[in-house]
């Protein structure tokens, strides 16, 4: 018996391919995870070091160490607003990937997925 007679054989060929789509995605979201992570791991490095020569700065009481302070501690908030922004977009990334796999793309919990190829 050939393939295209068989409905259940169908469906399984076609349930096999949704998979490896899946698969595909799955990838492509943890691979985006690790690139995230990597890139705020990075800036908070950059901070732990802003952050010892700030309270360096600090101790050593000059005028001119305070000067320096001023454009570190700069430095600090633009790190974090881009920590919060890595992980907004990693949120938003995530959100995307969920609802694309589980074919709800109008927040529908009801919605089939009868239509992904």
């Known amino acids: 018996m050939n393939d295209t007679a068989n409905p259940k054989a169908t469906k399984r060929s076609h349930k096999h391919i949704i998979d490896v789509d899946d698969d595909e995605r799955d990838t492509e979201v943890w691979a985006t995870f ?14 732990r070091n802003l952050i010892r020569q700030v309270n ?27 920590v919060v922004s890595l992980y907004s977009d990693l949120s938003s990334n995530f959100s995307t ?13 009801n919605s089939n997925s009868s239509g992904r190829s």
């Open 34 to 47: 690790n690139s995230t992570f990597g890139q705020v791991q990075s800036v908070l490095d950059r901070n």
């Open 97 to 109: 990937s969920y609802q694309q796999r589980n074919g709800d793309f109008s927040g529908n919990s």
């Open 56 to 82: 360096e700065n600090h101790q050593s009481g000059t005028p001119d160490s305070m000067v320096k302070n001023v454009a570190l501690i700069q430095e600090l908030n633009g790190n974090i607003s881009r």
